[in-house]
């Protein structure tokens, strides 16, 4: 009898570890597939070009007349 328990409780667990290793599997494989997704949707930097340059200088501008809004100088 004690052997009988002593198999179904092996076999058990040998199941639950399979069962086990394969979701591990499948998570880092889905991890994997999300990094993957990422990198394609990341933008790469523009250093350097023209409309870069031409946004920053926009948006110094606007920080300047903030600025003098909150200094209370009229523009």
Same mark, same amino acid.
């Given at each position: 009898m004690i052997?009988?328990?002593l198999v179904i409780s092996a076999?058990?667990?040998a199941a639950i570890a399979i069962v086990a290793a394969a979701m591990l599997k499948g998570w880092q494989g889905w991890l994997t597939l999300k990094v993957r997704e990422l990198d394609i949707r990341r933008p790469e930097p523009e250093s350097g070009s023209?409309?870069?340059r031409i946004e920053i200088? *926009? /948006?110094k501008e606007?920080?300047?007349k903030l600025e003098a809004i909150a200094a209370g100088? *009229? /523009?």
């Open positions: 052997s009988e328990y076999a058990t667990l023209g409309m870069a200088a *926009d /948006l606007r920080i300047r100088v *009229d /523009l």
